[in-house]
């Protein structure tokens, strides 16, 4: 005779729903990483480039665009070789980094695997030319 009060799941259902999940997480988990990996690079892509548009705003400032004379590079170092960090001088020695010191920080910091696992980083260089000055990034990755 069965019992009809019985209102739980049987061992077997419960591993065949935990198969279930184990199998879909390890197809959805990679592609999951990616999409956040992405999402970090575009996050270090924008702030790369709010810097090169606070250095055109700030190069309007004569006094700080008459301080530079010879190409400027602004370059992310780190610890063993990783690129990570750009901390702006902030003791008026450099105008130009005491001003973006000002407007975005001291510090910023990549949060993306892809930069900072690189042995090169981002490098933002100013470039006194005839006519002005000329911004712009190379080891960028897209």
């Known amino acids: 005779m069965k019992k009809t009060n019985n209102?739980?799941?049987s061992l077997v259902e419960l591993i065949i729903v935990i198969a279930i999940m184990a199998?879909?997480?390890t197809v959805l988990a990679p592609q999951f990483l990616k999409y956040v990996e992405k999402s970090r690079?575009?996050?270090d892509n924008s702030a790369i480039g709010e810097i090169e548009s606070a250095i055109n705003v700030a190069l309007a400032d004569?006094?700080?665009?008459?301080?530079?004379t010879a190409s400027y590079p602004i370059?992310?170092?780190?610890?063993?070789?990783?690129?990570?960090?750009?901390?702006?001088s902030t003791d008026g020695t450099k105008l130009l980094e005491e001003e973006l010191a000002d407007v975005l920080g001291s510090t910023i910091t990549l949060s993306s695997k892809t930069y900072t696992k690189e042995t090169y980083g981002p490098i933002i260089t100013v470039?006194?030319?005839g006519n002005g000055f000329?911004?712009?990034k190379t080891n960028i990755i897209e």
């Open 7 to 9: 209102k739980g799941f």
């Open 23 to 25: 199998v879909l997480m």
């Open 41 to 43: 690079l575009q996050k």
């Open 62 to 68: 004569e006094k700080i665009s008459d301080s530079i």
């Open 75 to 88: 370059t992310f170092s780190g610890t063993s070789g990783v690129k990570k960090h750009i901390t702006f």
């Open 127 to 129: 470039t006194v030319s």
């Open 134 to 136: 000329s911004v712009s």
